[in-house]
């Protein structure tokens, strides 16, 4: 969110038209064309369109170099490779637009541990529903790990397992299991799989 707020703050109205925005939803191409009619609504169709690309832009260089520079969540890289060797599919869904998260995904040197990745526009939900009719998975064999409010609803609405990362206060509700460190999340899911769905839905 800083990155976001950090890409119009040196905007006259930049701050009260992001907020605009963001009250209306959608992904980051989404939101900044949203910024860029806010900012200019008596303008040229076509400059607003540009000029709301470019902030677009501009806010995914600017994530992109936040995420360069930011430490590994600890466990992260080994608690994907054990769970490749234990031959668990593996799968990013998330809110960036996919083919903007793929780029950071190779420049952290994780994507090789994936099975795919999904993204916006679609939502975490209905990328969660996707990708169990394509695997073909029931509720009882899917386990969202998630630090955000839409992690915890994507779970729930379609039934699967839910495991917070707490490292950050995000979620704002109490949930049956979460963890701090990624080094507990396999002894967690050996734990999920001996206990009846039923008992830790969300």
């Known amino acids: 969110m800083s990155c976001m707020h950090d890409a119009v703050a040196g905007m006259t109205g930049g ?18 064309a949203v910024v860029a009619r806010q900012l200019d609504p008596d303008g040229d169709q076509l400059d607003i369109e540009k000029r709301g690309y470019q902030l677009a832009m501009d806010y995914g260089r600017r994530c992109a170099r936040a995420i360069a520079a930011a430490p590994e969540r600890r466990g992260a890289r080994s608690a994907l490779a054990a769970s490749k060797r234990r031959g668990l599919k593996l799968y990013i869904n998330s809110a960036t ?12 040197g994780i994507a090789g541990h994936l099975d795919g990745t999904l993204g916006a526009p679609t939502s975490k939900t209905d990328n969660l529903r996707r990708l169990m009719r394509s695997e073909r998975l029931s ?8 630090d955000s409010m839409d992690d ?46 039923a008992r830790v839905r969300q």
């Open 139 to 146: 509720a009882r064999q899917v386990v969202v790990v998630g």
């Open 15 to 32: 701050r009260e038209a992001l907020q605009k925005a963001l009250q209306l939803g959608g992904d980051r191409y989404r939101l900044f």
């Open 97 to 108: 637009p996919r083919r903007d998260i793929l780029g950071l995904l190779r420049a952290r």
């Open 152 to 197: 915890l609803v994507s779970a729930r609405t379609v039934g699967a397992w839910f495991v917070a990362v707490t490292v950050e206060p995000r979620i704002r509700e109490r949930v049956a299991y979460g963890i701090k460190d990624l080094n507990l999340l396999l002894p967690l899911l050996d734990r999920l799989a001996r206990r009846p769905l």
